[in-house]
């Protein structure tokens, strides 16, 4: 063989040997940022998982086990609908749909079902996974936990139907209160001056029920029972038309805690407001009885109105009244038992005092 023939095949082996080395190193970088990506998507706090067309999990990651809970092995193999509340089935089969036609779907808010059968709000995206040849093979779906914002925006929400009703409630209050005190009043200068006490009252015991910058009603540590039932109920003190107290409070007195008095002050508020327009402080006849009992771990109040209109059961709660037992039963873990007498209504409120007094009280 020639010297030419050998410098050929040693030119075209060294363009061989350049060409693998190039293929090596493109694989290693291939191997290197596929390496990266399934680090990124191991890692990240969404849960990522892909399936093929047929609906079948082909992959999971950490974030998916977090949010669903169950392991990689529990999950790959498995159809996805396992995550699919049966209401939302439908679901399922659209953004297949979706995907085999190539489209994307971004955030997409619904529901999804955990290992432990607890549903979850999450946002979705889905996008279709392509092979080399550009066809649709499968999808890719990361989901993100909104379980926060969702409860964020129900707290908005009871917030402005809350703020609607104290609103409404204290226009209520302030037209009964004009009321009342014209039937006693027997010149304009009195009339003026019991209705400018008592809507100042009223605004006090208003500002009880709001929370401070720093998440207390009153701003303070703590507040004492009694002197507090006295500030929310001043509206309504007074002489009613047969000369007795129209209302009166008694029993024991104990602190109550920063993080109690707000709670604890619109409860009374409530029933004090619904007192003022349909019960014993509606006339001017009406009596109001609160008594409170210590029961040892619990404290006990029982409101006792009498002299009022004739009362009975509504089929239908108000606002004010779920507020109120939504308030009690999960702030404070009490009670609220309603009963309705002919000559009244009685309400029986059970607060653990561990929930409502300041926490070196509960230790003494």
């Keep these: 063989m020639s010297i030419a023939a050998h410098a050929a095949i040693a030119i075209d082996?060294?363009?061989?040997?350049?060409?693998?080395?190039?293929?090596?190193?493109?694989?290693?970088?291939?191997?290197?940022?596929?390496?990266?990506?399934?680090?990124?998507?191991?890692?990240?706090?969404?849960?990522?998982?892909?399936?093929?067309?047929?609906?079948?999990?082909?992959s999971w990651n950490a974030g998916a086990e977090r949010l669903y809970g169950y392991t990689v092995e529990e999950a790959v193999g498995k159809p996805v609908?396992?995550?699919?509340?049966?209401d939302r089935q439908g679901e399922e089969l659209d953004f297949l749909a979706q995907v085999r036609a190539g489209r994307r779907v971004d955030h997409f808010e619904t529901l999804r079902r955990r290992k432990n059968g607890g549903l979850i709000p999450i946002s979705l995206r889905i996008s279709p996974i392509r092979d080399n040849a550009g066809a649709v093979i499968g999808a890719s779906k990361i989901a993100r936990d909104i379980s926060d914002r969702k409860q964020a925006e129900q707290q908005k929400d009871l917030l402005i139907q809350e703020m609607a009703h104290r609103v409404k409630n204290l226009?209520?209050?302030?037209?009964?209160?004009?009321?009342?005190?014209?039937?006693?009043?027997?010149?304009?200068?009195?009339?003026?001056s019991a209705v400018i006490a008592r809507l100042g009252s009223l605004a006090r015991a208003h500002v009880l029920t709001l929370p401070t910058a720093h998440g207390g009603g009153s701003g303070e540590?703590?507040?004492?029972?009694?002197?507090?039932?006295?500030?929310?109920?001043s509206p309504y003190v007074g002489e009613n038309g047969q000369g007795q107290c129209r209302v009166t409070t008694r029993g024991c007195d104990l602190g109550?805690?920063?993080?109690?008095?707000?709670?604890?002050?619109?409860?009374?508020?409530?029933?004090?407001?619904?007192?003022?327009k349909y019960g014993a402080l509606s006339t001017d006849t009406g009596h109001l009885d609160l008594e409170c009992i210590d029961r040892g771990g619990a404290l006990e109040l029982i409101w006792t109105e009498r002299g009022g209109p004739p009362v009975s059961?509504?089929?239908?709660?108000?606002?004010?009244?779920?507020?109120?037992?939504l308030t009690i039963e999960r702030q404070f873990g009490g009670e609220i038992l309603r009963q309705w007498h002919p000559e009244g209504l009685v309400i029986r409120l059970t607060i653990p005092k561990d929930r409502l007094q300041p926490f070196d009280e509960t230790k003494s």
């Design 13 to 58: 082996n060294a363009h061989l040997l350049k060409a693998a080395e190039h293929e090596v190193t493109v694989r290693r970088q291939a191997e290197h940022a596929a390496h990266q990506l399934a680090a990124i998507v191991e890692s990240s706090e969404d849960a990522i998982l892909s399936m093929d067309l047929d609906g079948i999990i082909t």
């Design 81 to 86: 609908t396992l995550l699919i509340p049966n």
């Design 171 to 192: 226009f209520m209050v302030s037209s009964s209160v004009v009321s009342l005190s014209a039937k006693s009043a027997t010149s304009a200068d009195e009339l003026a």
């Design 221 to 233: 540590g703590r507040a004492s029972l009694q002197p507090l039932l006295a500030t929310i109920l």
């Design 256 to 276: 109550v805690s920063r993080a109690a008095i707000t709670g604890f002050s619109l409860v009374v508020h409530e029933f004090a407001t619904n007192a003022a």
């Design 313 to 325: 059961e509504s089929e239908t709660e108000g606002f004010g009244t779920k507020l109120a037992k």
